[in-house]
């Protein structure tokens, strides 16, 4: 069974060129969650990156993984139900 990351971040998008991908859970830009206009993204570790110690990015906000959950269920992170179809 694949533990689950002990660390969420929101990032802004502003810093995604600065993400080594091999220091996280997603694979490339292609596989981040992110807010609805785009403006921020969610990382997520085990370990904590490289790019976070040496202060090349600042997380806007850490999370665990139920805050995330309960962040990515909000109207800045998905659409309300009425506009999915």
Known sequence: MKKIAET???IN?????NIDFSQVGETSENTIRKSIDESQ???KW???PSFITDGTITPVETLTHSEALALM???TWSLPDSDLD
């Open 8 to 10: 969420y971040a929101i």
């Open 13 to 17: 998008i502003a810093d995604l060129e």
């Open 41 to 43: 993204f969610v990382l």
């Open 46 to 48: 085990n370990s904590t």
């Open 73 to 75: 269920s909000t109207n």
